[in-house]
């Protein structure tokens, strides 16, 4: 039996633009009611055209924009209402993994440095640090050996490896994967959401993947969900919504 | 693929660069600038001059030559007498040390304010962003000379005073230039995916901020240190910094002018003495700013 590890209900984000004096504020729906469910070791895409509002949904259930209604469900807690204290603790569960590695990296720090954040972020003890940075690169296969470089001198899969293993070195239950492979060669594409599939499996991850690729989802994505203008039209099993397209 | 495949550890094509040879790369550009070598070989000059006035000056700063008073450069005194008949050379080299302390003080007071509240601005930002920096704005309104004259108006002349006007009076500019750095870094996805991880603020500001702003901060104290030269020499000059018989080279230079007709040596040789120094200062930061940022070269 599957257990839902996550739930989204009725999400909804309004962006306001700036207006004039005593003029009304106009606001941008760019969420609207979105929900969706989340099931352990499960990965759901969700599509649409660029602005439909995929990526503010994946970043709201982070709270990395503040969603204007709405529920996020994770382990029986709506976090949208927890504090930033109690939702920091709530990261160490969900992980995000960044459309650009080059740009999601400070060029200033070396990848051990990159790496160990998210341990020191959420007190890993110092001698725990080392046996994961080796495990976690072993498993985007990468080696130590990268550890002391800087992100400008690794390629372009390279970077995305270090842009997941950051995002897994917490073992986290669930990853927010936004266009995790739409800035890499076709080349390393396949390569990328294979090691994404094989870590699934091996850490019993779900993700969450957002993509305007409907290639990219058809090959990993269980379940996908179609956004258009802020809202989620469509959603269902693969196979359903490859084989019958309504939108 | 096969998963044996994915797991095999990639061949690195770029040959690593440790953080120590990186440094070592900048102190090689830093090298091959000409201005920047001849300007920091100046400045180190003048700093071991400073530090080891005591053994180099010929005479004691305070030390007075009653028979030749208002003397023109000659052997025994070879940049010449002052009106009392103290050494002018002696004083210079003293000179070096209250200057270059009193200016790199006041730049230390901006560099730690100026940083800190352009950061918090960027980094916080909505009304604390907008009190402070519209605090900057009314600062910024006056030429940071006068605000530096108000300042010593309130606390009184003194060298100290004088540093301390000078620091705070430049704080706005800098705070200013710091918070611009800042707010580029701040959209920057590295660190949205910081807040991601649930890394601290005090982290996200050491770790992702600061590295960031280390060039624009490197040359703009750089060029803040040949401003606050010239700030405290020039309140000296007016009386309101350095206290004779402080050997300060903006009294001295306003000491000299009383006599600029019959004894031309006494306001002369520590303008000399400030303008080479304020422009060795500024053609380094010039120079630093051009290694940081290559297109802003020409």
């Known amino acids: 039996m599957t257990t839902t590890l996550l739930e989204v209900r009725n999400l909804e984000k309004k962006f306001s633009s700036k207006s004039a004096w005593f003029q009304s504020k106009k606001y941008v729906h760019a969420v609207n009611g979105v929900s969706l469910e989340l099931n352990e070791r499960e990965t759901i895409g969700i599509v649409g055209e660029s602005g439909c509002g995929k990526s503010t949904t994946g970043r709201c259930v982070l709270r990395l924009i503040e969603p204007t209604s709405g529920e996020v469900i994770f382990q029986g807690k709506d976090i949208t209402t927890l504090s930033k204290r109690e939702m920091n603790e709530i990261r160490k569960d969900i992980q995000m993994v960044f459309q650009d590695p080059m740009a999601s990296m400070n060029p200033k720090l070396t990848i051990r440095e990159i790496l160990s954040e998210p341990l020191i972020a959420h007190k890993v003890p110092q001698k725990e640090r080392e046996p994961l940075l080796n495990e976690t690169l072993r498993l985007v296969g990468l080696s130590e050996n990268h550890l002391e470089r800087y992100p400008h001198e690794m390629s372009g899969g390279q970077r995305q490896r270090i842009g997941i293993a950051r995002a897994i070195i917490l073992r986290p239950k669930i990853v927010v994967l936004d266009e995790p492979v739409s800035a890499l ?6 390569q990328i959401l294979n090691l994404l599939q094989d870590l699934q499996e091996e850490l019993g991850l779900s993700y969450i993947l957002i993509s305007h690729d409907l290639g990219v989802v058809e090959h990993i994505a269980h379940r996908v969900g179609v956004m258009y203008l802020g809202e989620m039209v469509e959603m269902g099993g693969k196979e359903q919504l490859f084989l019958i397209r309504k939108h | ?114 940083t800190f509240i352009g950061l918090v601005c960027a980094y916080v930002g909505g009304w604390v ?49 710091i918070r611009g750095a800042a707010l580029t870094i701040k959209s920057s996805m590295f660190v949205e995916a910081s807040r991601s991880i649930g890394s601290s603020h005090s982290w996200i500001l050491r770790r992702q901020f600061l590295p960031n702003v280390t060039g624009i901060l490197l040359v703009y104290t750089t060029l803040f240190i040949g401003v606050a030269i010239l700030d405290t020499a020039a309140l000296s000059f007016i009386g309101l910094g350095a206290q004779p018989p402080t050997p300060e080279w903006g009294t001295m230079l306003s000491e000299g002018r009383n006599y600029m007709q019959n004894a031309w040596w006494l306001a002369t040789f520590p303008g000399i003495a400030i303008t080479m120094v304020v422009f060795a200062v500024n053609f380094l930061g010039d120079a630093l700013r051009d290694i940081f940022d290559p297109k802003s070269s020409g």
């Open chain 2, 129 to 177: 962003d907008n009190v402070l920096m519209r605090i900057m704005d009314i600062l910024l309104a006056l030429p940071s000379i006068i605000l530096a004259l108000a300042i010593v108006a309130i606390l009184g002349p003194s060298l100290t005073n004088a540093m301390i006007a000078v620091g705070v009076a430049s704080i706005p500019g800098f705070a200013r230039l």
């Open chain 1, 185 to 190: 060669d076709v080349s390393v594409q396949s």
């Open chain 2, 1 to 114: 693929m096969a998963k044996s495949e994915i797991y095999k550890p990639i061949q690195a094509r770029v040959t690593s660069k440790s953080p120590m040879k990186l440094r070592a790369d900048f102190l090689k550009r830093i090298f091959k600038d000409k201005r920047a070598v001849v300007c920091i070989l100046f400045l180190f000059i003048v700093s071991i001059v400073g530090i080891f006035a005591p053994i180099i000056a010929p005479f004691d700063p305070e030390e007075l030559f009653y028979d030749s008073i208002l003397e023109a450069p000659n052997k025994e005194h070879l940049l010449g007498t002052d009106a009392i008949g103290r050494d002018l050379l002696s004083r210079l080299i003293y000179g070096v040390r209250v200057t270059l302390t009193v200016s790199l003080l006041a730049v230390a007071i901006t560099f730690f304010l100026g």
